[in-house]
């Protein structure tokens, strides 16, 4: 039997539970999911993704009671792991007092100065309930403040999916990621490629009428590729050069690889700053930041004001106390964040060691705790990002997924984001699963 076949076997038999709730998920939502990456692929090879049914530190547990150790960690979001003891405990002492006041409140103005006191780039913050939200808003800002039109961002940069943004995300990269918005030059859309100069020419060109280039330090979404910082500190200077605003896509970067923005650690400031996942404590969150000047152009006060929030969830209560108690356990974690980073690069390393002397078609990507894991179409001998991007096999890549399921592990891209709470057993796990399925893999 083929492993594609011994494998979705074992999937079948073991999940009755997950598999009955997925065929009436996809009679009453789109492909059965409500975000595009939740599916894992999995229906492409006739599988479909387990239902999750409560969550602990590490753990995932099913429908079907089968425990995964999580490398997803929501989206990234849950740098603590998942159910921290003093992250529920303030969740549920604000649940007490209600959830959803629509009002003003104090959490979110000790949030706004705990990220102000934090970065000196944000003299003032507006939240709102997704990273989605914060980079549309910080691009509006940033055209109603230079009075230009043109925005510019990184390729393989996710942003969201919102109207502004939703451009040249995936190969082959053809402009809009999407019927039903503009195309690339009716929105004003230009993009360039991560460490290529050539950006220079491409400012220089447009300077006249460039609002903003926005990127994020590592691209996270692309596969955790991390951007030179002499690339960051040119963008820096040629953007402050022309009156072009720089925007840093921190929703990911931001204080998961130091305590504050990855900016700080690179000393490179951008005009305005996006974030979200874990500054919301794993709950929904958004907000963007920066420059008063630019900001300030939100307060209604204001005449001409720019319109940016109106959520119905914006700054909820549990949102910002489980932020602020994040952000308060992260900053005595100097030591955790160091053994997060260096656990990620090893296990990086001893992966990507072991693919390139086996020859196998997969490899591993990322910077310090974020991992991500390719299957390629064919071997190739230290693949840079874009033959990575261009040579992604998304069939193996589903089976890679399933595989590891059936060995205990989840992630997204197989891997994803190393928490506060994965020990060395959950690394030798995953390592020996992807060890293990790769050969197989890669005679697919
Ligand atoms: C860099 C980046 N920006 C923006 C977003 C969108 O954030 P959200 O999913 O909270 O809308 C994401 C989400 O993955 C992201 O990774």
């Not at 104090?106 to 970065?119: M, R, S």
Request: with cysteine.
């Amino acid at each position: 039997m083929s492993f594609l076949k011994d494998e979705l076997e074992k999937f079948l038999q073991d999940r009755p539970r997950s598999r009955e709730l997925w065929e009436r998920s996809i009679q009453v939502l789109p492909g059965g999911i409500s975000h595009n990456i939740r599916d894992l692929g999995l229906p492409s090879i006739e599988a479909f993704p387990v239902f999750i049914n409560s969550a602990h530190d590490a753990y995932l547990i099913d429908v079907d009671e089968i425990e995964y150790v999580d490398f997803w960690m929501g989206h990234f979001a849950l740098i603590l792991g998942h159910n921290h003891p003093e992250i529920k405990q303030v969740i549920q002492e604000e649940l007490e007092k209600g959830w959803h006041f629509g009002t003003v409140i104090e959490n979110q103005v000790k949030l706004a100065e705990t990220l102000i006191h934090d970065n000196s780039s944000l003299e003032e913050v507006r939240f709102c309930t997704s990273g989605t939200e914060s980079t549309m808003y910080a691009t509006r800002l940033a055209r109603a403040f230079t009075r230009k039109r043109l925005v510019a961002k990184v390729k393989m940069g996710w942003h969201g999916p919102n109207d502004t943004l939703f451009y040249n995300v995936k190969s082959p990269f053809v402009g809009r990621e999407t019927p039903g918005i503009l195309k690339e030059e009716e929105a004003g859309i230009l993009t360039f490629e991560m460490n290529d100069s050539s950006v220079k020419d491409l400012i220089r060109e447009n300077k006249q009428n460039l609002a903003a280039v926005i990127l994020e330090p590592v691209l996270g979404g692309g596969g955790g590729f991390p951007v030179d910082h002499e690339f960051l500190k040119m963008l820096r200077e040629e953007t402050e050069r022309f009156n072009i605003l720089l925007i840093f896509d921190e929703v990911i970067t931001g204080y998961r690889f130091n305590y504050g923005l990855f900016q700080n650690h690179v000393k490179v400031l951008p005009d305005l700053t996006t974030m979200g996942k874990v500054i919301g404590g794993g709950m929904p969150v958004g907000a963007v930041g920066g420059r008063e000047e630019i900001i300030e152009q939100a307060n209604p006060q204001v005449k001409n004001r720019v319109w940016i929030g109106g959520g119905t969830f914006s700054a909820n209560p549990l949102s910002m106390v489980a932020g602020l108690k994040t952000l308060e356990i992260l900053k005595g974690s100097n030591q955790e964040y160091l053994r997060n980073n260096q656990a990620g690069t090893e296990l990086l390393s001893k992966l990507n060691k072991f693919f390139q002397e086996q020859k196998l078609k997969l490899v591993v990507t990322g910077y310090k705790s974020l991992i991500l894991l390719h299957v390629l179409s064919q071997w190739v001998e230290n693949p840079s990002p874009n033959e990575i991007i261009a040579l992604t096999d998304h069939t193996g890549e589903a089976l890679a997924q399933m595989a590891l399921l059936n060995r205990h592990c989840t992630g997204m891209h197989g891997i994803g984001a190393l928490s506060f709470v994965h020990t060395p057993k959950h690394l030798r796990l995953v390592q020996e699963a992807l060890e293990e399925i790769a050969f197989p893999l890669s005679k697919t």
